[in-house]
């Protein structure tokens, strides 16, 4: 016989429901529960927890600052970090990297594949650039 036990149900936090937080490029959404009181910023935080839990790609990182949340069915601005997750109104989010600390992630890797990187690199671009003509 199995006997579980039953959780006890916090009716102080307020409303709880399901949310979808798609994450740009990766295969598909991340769903978990919150409550409407929660701030955007702790659902980033458990959104960046589970996907990295979850063991997807591309692998994101932990850093709050560097993701916005935004709203897909409104308009194109993301979401206060300090507002709550209940007052957007929707289920249905998306989790993008801020711009332009993507462009800093992209740099710093062109700076360490410089290194040793300069032969391969300019063999593959001549070799590209070559035409084989047909007998």
């Not at 009181?37 to 659902?43: F, K, P, S």
């Not at 927890?49 to 560097?66: F, H, I, T």
Request: glycine share 8%; aromatic share 8%; hydrophobic share 40%.
């Amino acid at each position: 016989m199995l006997i579980s036990k039953q959780k006890k149900i916090d009716l102080s936090k307020g409303k709880r429901f399901l949310i979808s937080v798609t994450v740009l490029g990766s295969a598909g959404p991340i769903r978990f529960v919150v409550s409407e009181d929660d701030l955007v910023g702790a659902v980033i935080a458990t959104a960046l927890k589970s996907y990295a839990r979850e063991g997807r790609l591309p692998v994101l990182g932990s850093e709050l600052n560097e993701f916005m949340l935004y709203c897909p069915l409104s308009d194109s601005e993301a979401l206060n970090p300090w507002e709550t997750i209940g007052s957007a109104g929707v289920r249905n989010f998306m989790l993008c990297k801020k711009v332009g600390i993507e462009n800093k992630v992209i740099h710093d890797e062109e700076k360490l594949s410089r290194k040793g990187s300069g032969k391969w690199k300019s063999w593959f671009n001549k070799s590209r650039s070559l035409k084989i003509s047909s007998h």
